[in-house]
């Protein structure tokens, strides 16, 4: 099933998000975009993680996620949601969980729009998303 732009907003607004955090850190590409509705949502500044192990296909290009460069803020003590537009293995976002407790976050939550995580929108197996972002070729 497709859903639009309209209904992910909605169903973002409808969530429960019931404990307090300090930062969003989006994992970038694909974390970006319901990141800032969540900005929105809850208030919050986003920073960015960029993660790498797919292609814009959606096929994987390593063995396991790499690190493109680092987190642009500091989390020492911090209270962090991390933000991903799909988990399906869990591969990348287990790396950047661990990414950010090895830099000191106190908490790292997960929030996901579709797949498993602590607060998620959706849990299906095929989800086309409303919204695709491309990485600048270089």
């Known amino acids: 099933m497709a859903y639009t732009f309209e209904e992910v907003k909605a169903r973002l607004k409808e969530i429960e998000i019931d404990e307090s955090f300090d930062c969003i850190v989006a994992i970038a590409c694909g974390g970006i975009v319901p990141a800032g509705m969540l900005s929105e949502k809850l208030s919050l500044p986003v920073h960015l993680l960029h993660i790498s192990l797919r292609d814009s ?7 396991a996620p790499r690190l493109v460069s680092d987190i642009n803020c500091d989390v020492k003590g911090k209270r ?28 790292v939550k997960t929030f996901a729009v579709n797949g498993p995580a602590d607060y ?19």
């Open 57 to 63: 296909s959606n096929r994987p290009m390593y063995d």
């Open 80 to 107: 962090v949601l991390l933000v991903e537009d799909r988990i399906k293995t869990g591969a990348t976002v287990r790396y950047a969980v661990d990414l950010l407790r090895e830099k000191g976050a106190a908490v």
């Open 120 to 138: 998620s929108l959706y849990d299906c197996e095929c989800f086309p998303f409303p919204w695709k972002l491309y990485p600048v070729k270089k």
